[in-house]
């Protein structure tokens, strides 16, 4: 069956480092991944979209890459910021599935002042 | 202002009693979704639409059920037969496509008694 893992343990780390969260996934040929933040109480916010012949993608203090070798997805959050602490969730899209996301559990980051 | 609006935010309910909650979107998306998340666990998809006037079960639509009359208005019914219905509700909206992100409501917290 699909599978989809994140880490479940929270990720602690100081602020100004990097913080560098997984998605790992089974049985999943994906076209796309999406990564999302979600606060306490909230719903989820989109952060990142990356596509299959992109290794890398880029957006301010967010850096994504995309291994379809190892189906792997990391997430990077350069000089982190105690505003960055959130749970943050990875959905694995394939290009002919079921359109609707199924997310990860998510990993929770907190961020240290 | 464009978006996706849950109501209520917080809701409570007897045992044995249906319930339904609201969610509306004027972001003109063609696709929608239920989610339902637990304490520390992922969104667990319940029921989407791609289109007014159909939907599709998700991995969790036992207990559930949904309408979809207007494009932008996609109302979840938590039935009596639901046996553990507490629990955070996020709605969903989408251009329907792949590879497009989703937004999130800001969720509806059911708490049955």
């Known amino acids: 069956s699909q599978k989809i893992e994140q880490n479940s343990e929270a990720l602690n780390i100081q602020e100004g480092k990097t913080a560098t969260l997984t998605c790992n996934y089974t049985?999943?040929?994906?076209?796309?991944l999406q990564w999302y933040r979600q606060d306490p109480g909230r719903g989820p916010v989109f952060l990142l979209l990356?596509?299959?012949?992109?290794k890398e993608k880029r957006k301010e203090r967010l850096k994504v890459t995309f291994d379809t070798t190892l189906k792997q997805s990391l997430f990077h959050i350069t000089a982190s910021q105690p505003a960055d602490s959130a749970t943050y969730l990875c959905?694995?899209?394939?290009?002919?599935?079921?359109?609707?996301?199924?997310f990860g559990s998510g990993t929770r980051l907190q961020v240290q002042p | 202002d464009g978006g996706i609006t849950q109501s209520p935010k917080y809701l409570f309910r007897k045992e044995g009693q249906n319930v339904t909650l609201s969610c509306e979107q004027n972001l003109n998306h063609d696709a929608m979704y239920w989610y339902r998340q637990d304490p520390g666990q992922g969104l667990r998809l319940i029921y989407y639409?791609?289109?007014?006037?159909?939907?599709q079960k998700g991995d969790i639509a036992e207990g559930y059920s949904v309408s979809r009359e207007k494009k932008e208005s996609f109302p979840l019914t938590v039935t009596s037969a639901q046996k553990n219905p507490t629990a955070f509700y996020l709605c969903?909206?989408?251009?329907?496509?792949?590879?497009?992100?989703?937004?999130f409501g800001q969720g509806t917290r059911l708490t049955v008694v």
């Open positions: 990356i596509r299959e012949n992109e």
């Open positions: 959905a694995p899209q394939e290009r002919k599935g079921r359109r609707a996301l199924t």
């Open positions: 049985n999943y040929s994906p076209a796309y």
């Open positions: 969903a909206s989408s251009k329907g496509q792949q590879n497009t992100e989703a937004f």
């Open positions: 639409s791609q289109i007014v006037n159909d939907f």
